[in-house]
Nanobody, 121 residues
């Protein structure tokens, strides 16, 4: 059973920073792509950023390029999302996800419970 546990969300003022963490367990973490998604109230879930198994390849949504950085530490079975220059429109529940494949553009099968990020103006 794969488990993903997010942490690091909270309330921050616009222009501030947060770092989300996602601890994975239950299988060989280093073989698979990981990602961060978000969902704001009344909106569809959005892919924010994904990272391949090795950390070499990454994807960012246009809305977060230049502000967010995804990374992973396979020795610690953890993926991170560093979020800088946060904007009120970044407010959402952020979900960690794990793929069953190694590449960044693959389906994500496993999901965490989500962590709330709220950016005040």
């Amino acid at each position: 059973q794969v488990q993903l546990v997010e942490s690091g969300g909270g309330l921050v003022q616009a222009g501030g920073s947060l770092r989300l963490s996602c601890a994975a367990s239950g299988r060989t973490f280093s073989n698979y792509a990981m990602g961060w998604f978000r969902q704001a109230p009344g909106k569809e879930r959005e892919r924010v950023s994904t990272i391949n198994w090795s950390g070499v390849s990454t994807y960012y949504a246009d809305s977060v390029k230049g502000r967010f950085t995804i990374s992973r530490n396979n020795a610690k079975n953890t993926v991170y999302l560093q979020m800088n220059s946060l904007k009120p429109e970044d407010t959402a529940v952020y979900f960690c996800a794990a793929s069953v494949y190694s590449g960044i553009n693959t389906p994500f099968k496993y999901w965490g419970q989500g962590t709330q990020v709220t950016v005040s103006s």
